[in-house]
Each structure stands twice: as structure tokens, then as C-alpha cells.
């Protein structure tokens, strides 16, 4: 099947899907949501059935609506983490390569010293000092993954520095806004889109961890993450709620990871020289 | 009948055809109909150039095939024994022990983690030829025999303690070891510079005579086929052009295409020296005492000093390392020279590329070796061309584009290429475009990295011609970095030698390369191989004589 | 070589003196006072001075710092604000707890997925390759917590065939310690299986490509001693990295299965300490996390270097 002159593969197409649900239920959560997500509508851990397809929760809440608006919650915090991490890390890379020297070392020993520690702890070093709140989960999550990015962006970015069209620009005397712009970035994006692709999902399931751990979204309000902390009481009850939360993550993690699968697999084909 | 036939032979390979398969079902044929013979002791040598499918033709002999390609048509027909329905096994003793390879690149081809003996005597011991005592001492022999230095210590060293030239006659040894009937040389000294080539080339000749094996020895240089080969097939896109005895195809060839293929070759060797223009004028571009090295490393060009006259060409020449391409990234301001002067049109230029001005830029212009990363692959035709001019003259679009199109009408390609991007040309179109680009900018000076050396033999000339006529029209200059001596006969009028970041020799192409010569340009020019069958031995006689 | 070993070595050391600094810094020096912070809703001037004073805050940072770092390389970690017991007696005990789970999962995970992976690669693009390709990929995609609570639902409520609380005491014997703790180690390894399976696919796979191995088919070598004779050797140093890294996440990324199966180890203790805004357990569990990573890849860094013949071998 070709789509936009690439071929789709069937985990591909099956990513997408779920993708474009995922972010389709997240967005539309407020019109699609068939209940109020804060309030008690019954008894605790009352069963799936018709009316609330996901059951009730630990205080007798819609299950299955407050799923919708958790999904917003998550998907939210994760996308503008990621971006966070792609508008400096990508920058920061660039620079490093095309500017070399000082700039380079300075930036990639600071890189070395930030990733000589775990991310979840450092994560958790500066929550201690500072509390968590949706602003510093996006601005913790989104300046460590921008390290992660920057080594990416960086090797990208030098691969493409070494071929020699990017020298005869040098040459030419063109400025480096137009050798980032014209030169390198166009055989940047592909790469660099797959890694925007598993740096979403590395957030996702990061923002996720942060709230199970009742050190991210913090209540009334629930993603994901939080709402299998709040259930996960029903476990030893013999009951699955908290794992509708922990399979949708799974389930957007694994589509975007299919998705991402594919793009690489875009990359590494050659484009036809006389292959 | 096939009965008797296959009593002489030692091979016989009828109708092979052997197809590329991609993962999306589309299939390429690589190999089509292609049949041939080999008796005992004799060497085949087939020859084409790049994609003519000869290297998969020399590993179909051991019924391999790269991943992705696989042989579909055919039958190879090895001592009597039908290789293609060889199980696993029977493959597995035939490699190595029966049928051995010598492959391009030596330094990938030898494992860094083990020891020389380790890999040489495998073969041997896998195959149950000897023991482990014995191999060694047939390992040292060999050793000996291809001239490599201490043979008996030389075995306990690793891949990267030893030279190119060294480890690729290491190879040899590991292909004979095993005594085996047939020897395929794919490309053995493709990768080396010419004046180690030419003993290794010696090497190798002697182990085959010596020894009576067959060989497959394939290359794309007739010079070095015909050294070595009694009959020569010559191959191209797949298909077999023509086969005939070595003497028959380098002195009568019937077909056009190797009418072709030779005349080139000769072309390279005698052709007549272009004189230089007067040097009365003051050069357009002139190097003076120029030193420069990388970082704090050892000097990489020492002292040089050339000058460049309007509509000249000037040639540099030596083999690797000898400091040609530094010299060029120098005088554009890649790598800033540490001493010296570097003047164009008389005035001094900045060291370094940042400083130097849109004007100092536009004059200078350069064309790079491998045309593939020279082209961004995300832009048409019509921007790389127009880039240049849109950028040192601000010209409109319409104005940008109607000179792209002259340029490519300079450049002999057909305009509805404007809108293609690099990958749906070939390599010389690729060559082309880099051209056009450099003479969008109006340059007073081109400087040519090695243009030529990626490219197969007839394009490469078609590349030369162009760019002679080019410098006739327009009057540039061509700085002309090469290891290939054939392409400085053919293209400059003058010529710097280079050897280890010094220049041994510099003036009138005519002059450096008659009698008398400096001694480094004498074993240079002696070891590009000729195309009579007798220059090899020539050259040794020669040699042997002077060390005596 | 030896000199490529010790700068590695001072590498590692400048390495974590740096990330002690950065700890410090971000736990100390951050917006909001600490004093503060420690007292919420309480706080009145007088006691947050009197905390202040007590915790040494109005002295400079850099002589703070100093005499932080000199008090923890003698192993003293001051006091927890929580409990106010010496930080090194409440993490010990942790600390042993979560190298236990970690060795546990190591021991298992490390062979089986160098294994897998190795498989995987020899009989690339078969049945099995793609199989354990599509596990794997699930796996790697799923929470550590939607494992552990599936894993309890179904092993331990339903099949009631493990605890779904590990908590392990001393009176414990070792073999009741292996038991108690099987469904956290599970967990673990289904994650870490996954990742270093992957990784050593690749490596393994980039080796099997290389043109020396292609020589070997070439020489009439057998898949069998190619695969252990040409392509381990050269495929060990990225092996080596990648046990290296998932040996690190065992031990650091154990946290949320620790949180799910309540096993007290050192992950738990310190989102606790996180929660509590408890700064000495908190620092002195970042420190520790941070000697163990540094130090597991200083380890790969040296194997790798020893295993390369270029550096054992110098021309």
C-alpha cells in the first residue's frame, strides 16, 4: 500500500491506527466522554457493564470516561516535553557540529555529566527540591531528554558535515544559517523524526512512571500513570482496573514504536543510487 | 560429448545467470548468459568495468552469492562435479581447499582479532590438508615466496601491524595454502598505490607459474590483465562483450566496446604533451613555501611551492599520503597553512575560508572525487546548478534558470533534467552537475580533486575531454590533484611531484617526465603498468639490474 | 594501553565529582528554601530559622559542598530529617535488599538474552527471529508496572502460585528469599531481556556482515566456528556495553517494580525521601545510584578496551 509515495507496511498502518485513536480519543475527551470524570456515580469497583464500559473506580467514578481525559493529561505533557527536547537539543547539536571545537567539547562534556546519572533519578533529585507540577515535569522530562537529543542531533548532523556538498557550500562562502537550513537539515529529518517518534514514547512511559510513583500529575487531576496507582488497590481484589490505564499505555507505546520501526526502515533504504 | 570435454577442463560455466533480488520482489539481473572455460594452469582474465557483474561471477565459482543476489540460471561445471547441486557440505570443502579467493581490500578481509598464522593455517586445518606443524611451515614458505619481510616471525603479527601491500600478499597465502586448483582474484590490487602494485602484481605472477594453478583474475585495468592473463573475457552490464586469447583482444579486438576499452588505455600512454602557456604573465594562482599540518601532528606539506598561469593546467601527483589533497584543502582555506603564502592574481589570501571575501570565494572553485556526496541528494538540478549564480551575481529566477540551462548544454545533458535530483543520475552525469556548478561562479580557477579516480575508464575520459574543452573555451585554470600519471599526461602542462608532503619534482609536464628524471618521478612513471604483456617482466629486469 | 586505562579511570573520578556537584547544587541551591520546604504549613520565622541553623544553611554553599563530599567519602551521609537517624543505617539494609533483586535478575537475564540475541542473529529474518523480534517489541513498549500488576493478577491472585508483596526478612532462608522475590526478579527480566536481546541482535549482525566473515564462508569455515571464532571476538566490546547498561537499569531502574511488589529497597526509599523532601537520603541515594552507573560503565569501558586486539596488539 503506498501512502504519499511510501510504501506501508501492515505494523505501519496498525501504528497509525492506533495512534490517531489514542490522540483522536485524547483530543475529543471532552465531547466523547460519556461522564462527568470527577464524579462518584456508584459503588467502588462496580463492574463493567453497558452504561460504564470500563467499570467504576476505587470511589465510584467512570472508568472509562476518566481514561479519555486522563489521555489528554499524558499525551499532552509528553508531546510538549518531546518538543521541549527537539527545539534545544537539536539546536545545541547542530552547533556542536558545524561550530566545532570549544563549542563541542564544552556541550558534549556537559552531556556526558548529565547522562553519567540515571534520567529517572536525576528526574527525581530535582522534583525533590523543587515539587512536581505539570510545568516542571515538562521542563525536567523535556531539558534531560534534550541531552539524549542532542547526542542524536549531534552524530546526525556530523555524518552530514563531513560529505563534501556541505563543504562546497563552505566554499561557496554561504552563511551557517543556510547550510543548517538548505544543506543539512533536509538529510537530517528523517533520522530525526524517528527519534522524535521514540523520544515521545520514552516520555510517555516516563511521565507515566513519574505519576504511578505519586511524584508526577498529582491529584484531582489523573493520567494514565496515576489513575493505576489510585486502583491499584484492586489488584489483590482479584480485579483488572488498574490495567485498562497500564494497557493503554502500552498500547499507544507499542503503535508509536511500530510507526518508528517503519521511518527507520525508510532511512536506511537508499534512495535509488544505482542500488 | 560433455563427457570427454570435462576431462581437460578444469571448469566449465555454461549460460550463468545470476539475479539481485530486492525485498519488495523487484528483480535485477547481474549476470545474463554468461559461459566459459578454464583448463588447468591457465588464467582468465575478465575484465569490465564497474556493474559489468564480474566479481559476482568470480564468487559464483565457489557457489556463493552476496545477500540479496542469487544464482538462477546455469550450470558450473568444477572437476566433473555439478556445483550448484553441492549440498552445504560439499560447498563447505570445496571453498578454501579447491577453489580459494583473494578479495579487494585485504585490511577488511582479515579478522583484526586473530594473528596472521590463525588465518592462514585455518584454512589448511579445516579442510584436513595438513597438520598444525606442517601448515606452519608451508605458512612460512609461502611466506617467502611472495617476498614478504621475515617470513618466519611475519605470521605471529596482526592484521593491523602489517602494510596494504603486505597483508594483501598475506592473502595470497591464505588462498594457497590449501593447494587448491583454481585461484580468484577479484580486484587483488585495485587498492594499492601504483608502486606497490607493481610488486605485488610480481608476487602474485610468480605463484601462479610456480604453482601451475588456474585463476580467475579479475579487474577493470587491461594493463594489469594483460600482464597476467592467456585469455581475456571482457564483460559488460552482465553480458560477455567478447572472449579471445590475451593477445587477441589487447592487439585485434573485434567488438567496438573493446576497440574502445584499449584505445583509451593507449590513449593514456602515449599521448602528446600539452606545452605551457608563457610564463612571462604573473600566475593567476601561486603557492609560496607553504607548511601545514593537522593539529600539532607532523608537517603533511613541507615547503611547497607552485604557481599556476591563466588558462593553464598544473598537475599534482603522488600517491597516498603524500600530501596532494592538503595542499588543495590549503589554498582554499579548509586547513589554514601554518607558513607561507598562498597568492591569487598576486595578492595574498586569507589563511582561513571565514575570512576570505565572496569575491576571493567566487574565484576559486572546486570539483570533488566522489560526485555521489558532492550532490545533495534532496535538491534538483536546477538548484545546485542556480545556487551559484543566484548567489554571487543576484540574478532573478528567470535569469538564474536560463544559465542553468546554457550550463547544462555546456555539459552535454539533456535539459528536461533540470528538475531530477542526484540519485536518478548516473556517476559521470553526476561529475557533470559538479562541473556546471563550479562554472556557474565564472572562476578563474578550478581545482580538481581527483575527478576522475571514481569514475570507470570511458567515462572517465569523456569527464577529460570536457573539461579541456571547457578550459579552451572559458580560459580556467585547472589545479589538477591525481594519483593517475595517465590522466597528467593527458590533461597538464605542468607538473608537481609530491612524495611524504614534499615536492621532488616541478615544471613543464614534458620536462619532468623525459630523461632526466628525478629518481622518486623514474619509479613512479616505471610503474604504471603498460598494456604489452611483457612490461611487468621488463620492469623487473630493469630494476634488478639497477639494485645490482 | 595502560595509559588509556587510567585516563578512563580519572575520567570515571572527574565524572562523578562533577555529578556530586550537580546534586548537591540542585538539591541545596534550587528556588524554594529548603527550610521551608521541610516545615510547609508550620513554618513561622523562628523555627525556620531554627532549622536553618541546624542544617548549617547560612553558611556559604562551597564550604557546605566541601564538607559534604568529605563527610560522605567517610561514610558518613549525615542524618534523615524524617527519622533522624544516620542516612547510612536506614540505607544498608535497602541497599543490600536491591542489589539482591538485581543480581537475582542478572544472573538470569544476562545469559539468556546474550543467548537469544545471538540466535537470533545467526537465524536472521527466520520464524524464531521475528517472533522473538514482535515479544520483544511489546515488551520494551510495556510499563514495568503493567507487567508486575498482570504478573500478580494472574500468578499470584488467580493461580495463587507466588506473594504478590515481596518483602524478604532476615529469618528468611535463601532459597524463601528466591521464592519471595520471583515475581519482582520476572518482571525485571522481561524488560531487560528485551532490550539486551535486541542490542546484541544488532551488534552480532553488524559483525556477521563485515567482509572477514564473508572471507571465512569463503575459506570453507563452518556457520558454527564462524559465528564463535570470527564474529564473537569482534562482536564482544558492544556485548559487553550493552550487559553494562542494563546491569545499570537493574540496579537504578528497579524503582517502579519495587513500588509495585512494596519490596524495600533502595528505589523506594528514595521516592519516599522524594515525597517526604527528605534532602540528606535524597542526595545520598543519588549518589549511590550515580557510583553504581558511572562505575558499571567504567567496567565496559575497560573490558572493551582489553578486548580490542588493535590496543592489546600496538604496532
Not at chain 2, 589554498?331 to 601554518?338: D, N
Amino acid at each position: 500500500m503506498n501512502v504519499l509515495g511510501y510504501r506501508l507496511t501492515l505494523t505501519a498502518l496498525i501504528g497509525w491506527l492506533i495512534i490517531l485513536v489514542c490522540v483522536g480519543s485524547a483530543v475529543l475527551a471532552p465531547w466523547i466522554a460519556p461522564h462527568d470524570p470527577n464524579a462518584p456515580l456508584g459503588q467502588r469497583w462496580e463492574a463493567p457493564s453497558a452504561e460504564h464500559w470500563f467499570g467504576l473506580d476505587q470511589i465510584g467514578r467512570d472508568m472509562f470516561s476518566r481514561m479519555l481525559y486522563g489521555g489528554r493529561i499524558s499525551i499532552t505533557l509528553a508531546f510538549l516535553a518531546t518538543c521541549l527536547a527537539f527545539a534545544v537539543g537539536v539546536v545545541a547539536g547542530f552547533a556542536a557540529a558545524l561550530l566545532g571545537r570549544w563549542v563541542d567539547v564544552a556541550l558534549s562534556r556537559i552531556a556526558d555529566v548529565i547522562l553519567s546519572m540515571p534520567i529517572l533519578m536525576s528526574a527525581l533529585i530535582v522534583i525533590s527540591a523543587v515539587g512536581s507540577s505539570a510545568a516542571v515535569l515538562i521542563l525536567t522530562i523535556g531539558l534531560l531528554y534534550a541531552v539524549i537529543v542532542f547526542r542524536v542531533a549531534r552524530a546526525v548532523a556530523m555524518n552530514i558535515v563531513v560529505l563534501e556538498y556541505v563543504e562546497a557550500a563552505r566554499l561557496r562562502g554561504e552563511g551557517l544559517f543556510w547550510v543548517i537550513l538548505r544543506e543539512i537539515l533536509p538529510n537530517a529529518l528523517p533520522p530525526l523524526a524517528a527519534e522524535f517518534g521514540l523520544r515521545f514514547s520514552f516520555a510517555f512511559l516516563f511521565v507515566a512512571s513519574l505519576s504511578f510513583l505519586g511524584l508526577g500529575v498529582q491529584p484531582p487531576d489523573a493520567d494514565w500513570g496515576s489513575m493505576v496507582k489510585e486502583s491499584a488497590l484492586a489488584i489483590p481484589a482479584g480485579l483488572a482496573a488498574p490495567l485498562y490505564p497500564a494497557a493503554a499505555i502500552a498500547l499507544l507505546t507499542i503503535g508509536v514504536n511500530m510507526v518508528v520501526d517503519w521511518l527507520l526502515s525508510l532511512h536506511s533504504r537508499p534512495h535509488g543510487d544505482n542500488a | 560429448m560433455a563427457e570427454t570435454a570435462t576431462k581437460t577442463q578444469l571448469l566449465d560455466v555454461r549460460n550463468l545467470r545470476i539475479e539481485a533480488v530486492a525485498e519488495s520482489g523487484a528483480r535485477v539481473t547481474l549476470v545474463d548468459d554468461v559461459s566459459f572455460t578454464l583448463n588447468p594452469g591457465e588464467v582468465l582474465g575478465l575484465i569490465g568495468e564497474s556493474g559489468a557483474g564480474k566479481s559476482t561471477i568470480g564468487l559464483s565459482t565457489l557457489v556463493y552469492a552476496r545477500s540479496g543476489c542469487q544464482i538462477t540460471g546455469g550450470q558450473i561445471v568444477f572437476r566433473g562435479h555439478v556445483l550448484r547441486e553441492l549440498g552445504i557440505e560439499a560447498r563447505q570443502s570445496l571453498r578454501g581447499a579447491k577453489v580459494a579467493y583473494i578479495a579487494q581490500s585485504a585490511a577488511a578481509a582479515f579478522n583484526p582479532a586473530h594473528t596472521l598464522y590463525d588465518q592462514v593455517c585455518e584454512v589448511a586445518l579445516q579442510h584436513g590438508v595438513m597438520n598444525a606443524s606442517q601448515a606452519r611451515v608451508e605458512a612460512v614458505r609461502l611466506f617467502r615466496e611472495l617476498d614478504l619481510p621475515n617470513p618466519e616471525t611475519f605470521g605471529n603479527r596482526y592484521p593491523h601491524q602489517v602494510s596494504g601491500g603486505q597483508l594483501q600478499r598475506a592473502m595470497a597465502a591464505m588462498a594457497m595454502i590449501a593447494k587448491p586448483d583454481l585461484l580468484v582474484f577479484d580486484e587483488p590490487t585495485t587498492a594499492l598505490d601504483v608502486t606497490t602494485q607493481v610488486e605485488v602484481l610480481a608476487s602474485f605472477k610468480k605463484l601462479i607459474r610456480d604453482h601451475g594453478t588456474a585463476a580467475l583474475y579479475i579487474t577493470h585495468d587491461l594493463a594489469v590483465v594483460a600482464q597476467v592473463a592467456d585469455r581475456i573475457m571482457v564483460l559488460r552490464h552482465g553480458k560477455m562483450v567478447e572472449e579471445g586469447a590475451a593477445t587477441q583482444i589487447l592487439q585485434q579486438p573485434r567488438m567496438d566496446y573493446t576497440r574502445m576499452l584499449v584505445a583509451e588505455r593507449v590513449a593514456a600512454q602515449a599521448s602528446t604533451f600539452v606545452a605551457p602557456h608563457g610564463s612571462s604573465a604573473q600566475p593567476i594562482l601561486a603557492t609560496r613555501d607553504v607548511v601545514a599540518s593537522y593539529r600539532s601532528g607532523p608537517r603533511v606539506i613541507d615547503n611547497v611551492s607552485i604557481e599556476l598561469m591563466r588558462g593553464d593546467t598544473l598537475a599534482v601527483v603522488g600517491e597516498s599520503g603524500s600530501g596532494k589533497s592538503t595542499l588543495a584543502r590549503v589554498i582554499v582555506g579548509l586547513l589554514p597553512r601554518q607558513e607561507g603564502d598562498v597568492l591569487f592574481n598576486g595578492e595574498s589570501l586569507p589563511p582561513r575560508l571565514e575570512s576570505r571575501s565572496k569575491e576571493q570565494h567566487r574565484r576559486i572553485q572546486m570539483i570533488y572525487q566522489m560526485p555521489d556526496v558532492a550532490l545533495n541528494p534532496r535538491q534538483t538540478l536546477l538548484d545546485i546548478i542556480g545556487r551559484p549564480i543566484a548567489f554571487y551575481f543576484n540574478k532573478s529566477r528567470r535569469e538564474v534558470r536560463a544559465r542553468v540551462e546554457e550550463l547544462m548544454r555546456q555539459i552535454d545533458l539533456p535539459l528536461d533534467y533540470i528538475s531530477r535530483r542526484p540519485g536518478e543520475l548516473s556517476g559521470g552525469q553526476k561529475q557533470r552537475v559538479c562541473i556546471a556548478r563550479a562554472l556557474a561562479a565564472e572562476p578563474d580557477v578550478i581545482i580538481c580533486d581527483e575527478v576522475t579516480s571514481a569514475l570507470d575508464p570511458l567515462v572517465a575520459d569523456e569527464i577529460l575531454r570536457l573539461l579541456r574543452r571547457i578550459q579552451d573555451q572559458t580560459g580556467v585554470g585547472y589545479l589538477f590533484i591525481t594519483h593517475d600519471l595517465g590522466t597528467v599526461r593527458r590533461i597538464a602542462n605542468k607538473v608537481a611531484v609530491m612524495y611524504k608532503g614534499q615536492m621532488v619534482a616541478y615544471g613543464a609536464t614534458q620536462q619532468v617526465f623525459n630523461p632526466p628524471y628525478h629518481p622518486y618521478t623514474e619509479l613512479l612513471l616505471s610503474s604504471v603498468p603498460e598494456i604489452r604483456s611483457d612490461w611487468l617482466d621488463e620492469v623487473l629486469r630493469k630494476r634488478r639490474k639497477v639494485v645490482r | 594501553m595502560l595509559k588509556l586505562l587510567v585516563q578512563r579511570l580519572a575520567l570515571g573520578m572527574a565524572t562523578l565529582l562533577a555529578v556530586s556537584v550537580l546534586i548537591f547544587w540542585v538539591t541545596e541551591l534550587l528556588p524554594g528554601d529548603l527550610a521551608s520546604n521541610i516545615l510547609g504549613q508550620s513554618a513561622t520565622p523562628e523555627n525556620i530559622a531554627a532549622i536553618r541553623a541546624e542544617l548549617g544553611l547560612d553558611r556559604p554553599a562551597v564550604e557546605r559542598y566541601t564538607e559534604w563530599l568529605g563527610d560522605a567519602v567517610q561514610g558518613d551521609l549525615g542524618k534523615s530529617l524524617a527519622n533522624k537517624r544516620p542516612v547510612i543505617d536506614v540505607i544498608g539494609p535497602r541497599l543490600v535488599n536491591t542489589l539482591f533483586l538485581a543480581i537475582y535478575a542478572a544472573v538470569i537475564a544476562v545469559p539468556l538474552s546474550v543467548l537469544l540475541g545471538i540466535l537470533a542473529a545467526i537465524y536472521r529474518n527466520s520464524v524464531f527471529d521475528k517472533g522473538v523480534n514482535i515479544v520483544s517489541l511489546a515488551a520494551i513498549s510495556m510499563p514495568e508496572f503493567f507487567i508486575g500488576y498482570f504478573l500478580i493478577l494472574f500468578m499470584s491472585v488467580q493461580l495463587k502460585w507466588f506473594p504478590a508483596i515481596a518483602t524478604i526478612k532476615p529469618e528468611q532462608g535463601f532459597f524463601q528469599h528466591l521464592y519471595v522475590t520471583f515475581l519482582p526478579m520476572l518482571t525485571l527480566i522481561l524488560v531487560v531481556i528485551a532490550h539486551m536481546m535486541r542490542m546484541t541482535r544488532t551488534s552480532v549482525l553488524s559483525v556477521m556482515s563485515s567482509p572477514y566473515v564473508e572471507m571465512a564462508v569463503l575459506k570453507g569455515i563452518p556457520k558454527g566456528r564462524i559465528v564463535v571464532h570470527h564474529a564473537l571476538p569482534n562482536a564482544l566490546a558492544p556485548i559487553i556495553n550493552v550487559i553494562a547498561i542494563n546491569l545499570a537499569y537493574l540496579i537504578v531502574g528497579v524503582v517502579v517494580v519495587e513500588a509495585v511488589f512494596t519490596f524495600n529497597g533502595l528505589g523506594r526509599l528514595m521516592v519516599d525521601a522524594v515525597a517526604k523532601r527528605d534532602i540528606p537520603v535524597v542526595q545520598a541515594c543519588g549518589l549511590i545510584f550515580a557510583i553504581v552507573f558511572i562505575g558499571l560503565n567504567l567496567i565496559a569501558d575497560v573490558l572493551s578496551i582489553l578486548s580490542n586486539p588493535r590496543l592489546r596488539h600496538p604496532r
